[in-house]
């Protein structure tokens, strides 16, 4: 039984593929404010999205978008200040946040201020009640099949209750806080962006082999569209 997303969109090179995932949220983002006056999105961290985040926060699209309408929550975090190097938060406070000028009640960060991460993690999960089903949920593929703080082999793969969780990373030696299934798997769109050759051993994995049940990103199913969005080299292998 093969993996398939909704949408399999492959782009020519990394740069066509921030275009066309930039246009393809700014699209949607327009139907969902047009729809319920407003467009919730979570961020995925890593380093793949900060050149879409520069792609919506620069012109030309920049000045295209009503901003005032965008809420930006996000899918995982490292449990590091704000202004750590590694944080997602800081990723994005200077690829979209500050080069849009977004306003600072639009932006809703996962906390890592308080004592332990479950502690933050629970914080989280409240600041989410008045927001069950996002309209987009933006998510990265790891090599190892991960996705937000979904790492194999982790507790927070079985957590079927709670929107949030901590989750300690052994092979990072790092807390995370992180969005579950249950609340991923309830929200309107999910857009997968990866790209890369280093990443075209684990696409072929998911979508071309008999087992990708293996890993934690194939268990993301939301109720609406489920997005894969690939250049081409992270696509080769499945040629
Ligand atoms: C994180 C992300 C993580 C990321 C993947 C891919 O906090 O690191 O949430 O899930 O999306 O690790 O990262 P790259 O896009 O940097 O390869």
Request: glycine fraction near 4%; charge should be negative; aromatic fraction near 10%.
């Amino acid at each position: 039984m093969y993996y398939k997303p909704d949408q399999l969109i492959i782009s020519d090179t990394s740069e066509q593929l921030f275009l066309d995932s930039a246009k393809n949220i700014v699209e949607y983002a327009n139907q969902c404010i047009k729809k319920n006056g407003v467009f919730n999105m979570v961020l995925a961290g890593g380093s793949t999205p900060e050149t879409l985040y520069r792609t919506l926060s620069h012109k030309p699209l920049a000045e295209q978008i009503p901003w005032s309408y965008w809420h930006f929550y996000f899918g995982d975090e490292r449990m590091v200040a704000h202004d750590h190097t590694d944080s997602n938060y800081a990723m994005a406070r200077r690829s979209l946040f500050d080069p849009a000028s977004i306003p600072e009640q639009n932006i809703h960060p996962i906390p890592t201020d308080r004592e332990t991460p479950q502690e933050c993690a629970t914080l989280y999960e409240q600041r989410l009640a008045n927001i069950p089903s996002q309209d987009l949920v933006l998510l990265g593929i790891g090599q190892d099949g991960h996705t937000a703080s979904l790492f194999p082999d982790t507790d927070i793969l079985n957590e079927k209750q709670k929107n949030v969780a901590a989750v300690f990373v052994k092979k990072l030696n790092t807390w995370r806080i992180s969005l579950t299934y249950p609340y991923i798997n309830q929200c309107q769109r999910v857009m997968i962006l990866s790209k890369g050759g280093d990443k075209s051993a684990i696409v072929k994995k998911i979508l071309q082999e008999n087992s990708p049940d293996l890993y934690p990103v194939t268990k993301i199913r939301p109720a609406g569209q489920l997005i894969w969005h690939l250049d081409k080299d992270a696509y080769q292998a499945c040629e």
